[in-house]
């Protein structure tokens, strides 16, 4: 059966393309060249899937297969493209083709976790004065209100969205041992490494760490663990919205659903359940990469390639979360009744005019913390432009920094 969540691997394929394209474009504006023709033809180069696969079995990894039909192609072409791969390793081309595939990934999750950010908003806000019981270790607790239970949810969301923007997806670039004497040796000297590191993040919109972190890979890790962070907010809701929309609670509606095959007057929360199943999933995924972010020499045996598939997965199943979550969410009607109802029948006192007040600090801090974290882009990106006002006048001085900096270290 096919996996929810996309093309990952197809994803992964064409971030490497545009890597291997934009590290054209770096040489060529280097060395005062035109090389637009070129690039277009790497990243829009016709592959064969099959030997692409094979080549990953043989070799343990794509990129030599990847480049032997890259040079293929531009030969059949007739176009020309000596700088192809120059100075670059595998790992240059795979760890920039999985940043740019987690930045996409998880650009689309922030975005559904803003949707869901502003449903629950709605919610609580509009639920912050309805009573119903509160339970702690599946007891009775105390009297609270809807509005604190949506709040509660919404400062999920709010930490999940935190944890993403709080994210650097750094290009990789240092050559077979990360120290770049390859590109040196290739370009005009010590800067070389340096300058087209620069150039390529630029050209795929990835931050330029001004080092290589072949061997050391706390960036892979936060953006596992900010993933992670995804799917255990929102397995959370989900059940959540499982129990509370079932028949023993029904404080909640749940449209939708699916079916049983021996059951048919079941409507099953589905959507809730697979984002419970992600949750649980993942912290497992989390371990592997976290198991395989200690390194060893200049590229380890096994750790690098365990991290593949648990990064790759992890991000599915945040992606997977974040969509369903949000329809769901949609399709929720609150129960008010119902709530009020089992707040009276039970042995917990009622909600008084202290536990209104108590909710409404707790709704209003959730709805402000939100707000404040899903404009922090808006901020972010009015801080990038008033930068790029000066970026072009420090670039060289920028570079000779990091070179400098590479050279002492």
Not at 77 to 95: C, F, K, M, N, Y
Not at 375 to 399: G, I, P, Y
Request: charged residues 25%; proline residues 3%.
């Amino acid at each position: 059966m096919r996996r929810e969540g996309g093309d990952e691997q197809g994803s992964l394929v064409r971030g490497m393309l545009r890597v291997e394209a934009e590290l054209l474009l770096a040489w060529a504006a280097l060395e005062t060249k035109d090389a637009t023709a070129s690039a277009r033809a790497v990243e829009t180069a016709d592959l064969d899937a099959d030997a692409l696969r094979d080549g990953l079995e043989s070799d343990g990894v794509m990129v030599p297969e990847l480049v032997r039909q890259l040079r293929a192609s531009l030969a059949t072409a007739g176009v020309e493209a000596p700088r192809l791969h120059a100075g670059a390793t595998s790992q240059d081309i795979v760890d920039s083709a999985s940043m740019l595939h987690a930045r996409d990934a998880l650009a689309a999750v922030r975005a559904d976790l803003a949707a869901t950010g502003t449903r629950l908003q709605g919610l609580a806000d509009a639920e912050r004065r309805s009573p119903r019981v509160a339970y702690t270790l599946g007891r009775q607790a105390a009297a609270s209100t809807l509005g604190v239970q949506f709040a509660g949810w919404l400062d999920g969301v709010t930490s999940a969205i935190a944890a993403i923007d709080a994210l650097d997806y750094p290009v990789q670039f240092g050559g077979a041992v990360g120290t770049g004497e390859a590109a040196d040796r290739l370009g005009s000297g010590a800067q070389t490494t340096s300058i087209l590191r620069a150039h390529l993040a630029a050209g795929l919109g990835l931050d330029d760490p001004r080092r290589s972190w072949h061997a050391e890979r706390t960036p892979v890790l936060a953006v596992a663990s900010a993933a992670t962070a995804v799917c255990v907010a929102l397995g959370r809701i989900g059940r959540d919205l499982v129990t509370s929309s079932g028949e023993r609670v029904g404080e909640l509606s749940l449209a939708g659903g699916g079916t049983s095959s021996a059951m048919p007057h079941k409507q099953n929360p589905v959507a809730p359940i697979v984002v419970v199943s992600n949750a649980l999933q993942a912290p497992g995924l989390l371990a592997t990469v976290a198991s395989a972010a200690i390194s060893q020499d200049e590229r380890p045996a096994g750790e690098w390639h365990a991290e593949w598939d648990a990064l790759r997965r992890l991000l599915e199943l945040a992606s997977v979360s974040a969509r369903r979550l949000a329809a769901s969410l949609d399709r929720v009607t609150v129960e008010r009744e119902t709530a009020r109802h089992h707040l009276a029948d039970s042995a917990v006192a009622g909600a008084d005019q202290v536990t209104l007040q108590a909710a409404n600090r707790v709704v209003n801090a959730a709805i402000s913390r939100f707000l404040y974290q899903d404009a922090s882009q808006e901020r972010d990106t009015d801080s990038d432009v008033d930068s790029d006002v000066d970026s072009d006048s420090d670039s060289h001085s920028h570079a000779d920094d990091s070179t400098n900096s590479e050279e002492t270290a």
